[in-house]
């Protein structure tokens, strides 16, 4: 089974996802921005400083190229691939072509001006450092915001998803019947339709199956009725003929019909468990309970032994008589599949929150592949006996779910069913 994603996560990493990538977009947008105002900031002054540099060339008597403050500029002058003139120059600018460019940390401008070749440079180091200080503010302010940004969006999303982890829960009662319907407070219109949308299908659905209990409770006591008469004829045949051949027919006939009677009461148990209401529940002693059924239990199977461990005044709220049912056919399979010299071990106790009823025989384990199917209807695990219809443990977990109670089945060296109560 493939494990899906939390909404929760997906949605706080699609959130930060796209803030992170919006901010580093915005950033570097800034950056090169910066970057490329500055440097055509850079690019006029070198050219503004280059044209009075040609313009004092070509006019010695004329005004005087102002140098003073310039200390992060430097010039070379040509004229016939000789120096005519320089300034601040450490070593030459190697410049084979005119228009922009940037050499070890400058900015430099090379010009032709009649006879005259002219490189002005400009040291922008100053510049790379204040760019990089504002990558690094910049970045530093992406973290922080994405920090402040995160612990927002975790209430944020707390907010939005809460209704649905809500629903979650309470639809986990309701699918166990500890609740008939989801009662939320919604944040959202769209959560509070949805709440509306859910009750309203789990009212429909429980109509639903209300109705399908209905008829297979119908069913079943309508076939009842007339299984029985059919029964009660044929054994009044078999009391009155002779004939073999007829009487082995009539046999085989009262056998199946005495199948279909199991079965029916059965699923007739399995209806009116279902169609139970907690109003019907009434505080029991439950030790008196379980041992009427064991004594019930050892009059069928009086060759096995038991060992119990029933403490008196140990009381639930419960239907005495459903439960009843329960804890016989769990006795009544751990007699079937034990070992004749083994005993049966029975008890009950009671723990915080719940009674604890536990049989268990040594026997046969059930294979793990067959555990989770032991209680659905009609099935029949590899070891039954013959004359099994494989309703018995059904029987039990709709009598279990009625009481809310849990039921548990483990091999340890001995099989054990345990069926928890709540009180």
Avoid: W
């Avoid at 990493?13 to 500055?38: D, K, P, Q, W």
């Avoid at 019909?257 to 019907?280: D, F, G």
């Amino acid at each position: 089974m493939i494990k899906m994603k939390s909404l929760r996560q997906a949605i706080q990493r699609y959130y930060l996802s796209i803030f992170i990538l919006s901010m580093c977009a915005m950033a570097v947008t800034f950056l090169i921005t910066v970057e490329r105002l500055t440097m055509k900031q850079i690019d006029q002054e070198l050219l503004s400083f280059t044209n009075d540099l040609v313009h004092f060339l070509e006019n010695p008597s004329g005004e005087l190229v102002a140098i003073f403050g310039k200390k992060d500029y430097s010039f070379q002058v040509f004229e016939k691939d000789k120096t005519l003139a320089s300034f601040n120059i450490k070593e030459q600018i190697p410049v084979d072509h005119t228009g922009f460019t940037f050499i070890n940390y400058k900015r430099v401008y090379a010009t032709r001006a009649g006879t005259y070749k002219v490189t002005v440079a400009k040291d922008i180091k100053d510049h790379l450092v204040t760019m990089a200080i504002l990558a690094t503010v910049l970045a530093t302010v992406i973290v922080a915001l994405t920090f402040i940004v995160h612990r927002f969006g975790l209430k944020l999303t707390e907010r939005m998803i809460k209704p649905i982890e809500e629903i979650g829960k309470q639809m986990d009662d309701v699918s166990k019947g500890y609740a008939k319907h989801i009662e939320i407070e919604p944040t959202s219109q769209e959560a509070e339709r949805l709440q509306l949308q859910i009750n309203d299908a789990i009212k429909r659905l429980h109509s639903t199956m209300e109705e399908l209990r209905e008829f297979a409770s119908s069913l079943s006591h309508q076939l009842r009725n007339p299984l029985a008469s059919v029964k009660a004829q044929i054994e009044v045949m078999l009391k009155e003929t002779d004939d073999e051949e007829l009487r082995n027919e009539l046999t085989t006939m009262l056998k199946n019909i005495n199948t279909m009677v199991q079965i029916t009461s059965s699923l007739l148990l399995i209806a009116r468990a279902q169609h139970q209401r907690e109003e019907t529940f009434q505080e029991e002693d439950i030790s008196v309970t379980l041992l009427e059924s064991v004594e019930q239990v050892m009059q069928r199977f009086p060759k096995i032994d038991f060992i119990l461990d029933v403490p008196a005044q140990i009381k639930a709220r419960c239907v005495p008589g459903l439960l009843s049912h329960a804890f016989i056919n769990l006795i009544e399979n751990a007699c079937k599949y034990s070992q004749e010299d083994k005993p049966v071990k029975v008890s009950l106790s009671k723990s915080k929150n719940f009674v604890v009823f536990v049989v268990s025989n040594h026997g046969e384990p059930i294979a793990d592949e067959e555990k989770e199917k032991i209680f659905e209807r009609f099935y029949r695990s590899r070891n039954a006996k013959a004359d099994g219809l494989g309703l018995g443990l059904a029987v039990v977990k709709a009598i279990a779910d009625l009481h809310r109670a849990k039921i548990e089945y483990e091999y340890n060296g001995k099989n054990t069913f345990y069926m928890y109560i709540p009180t």
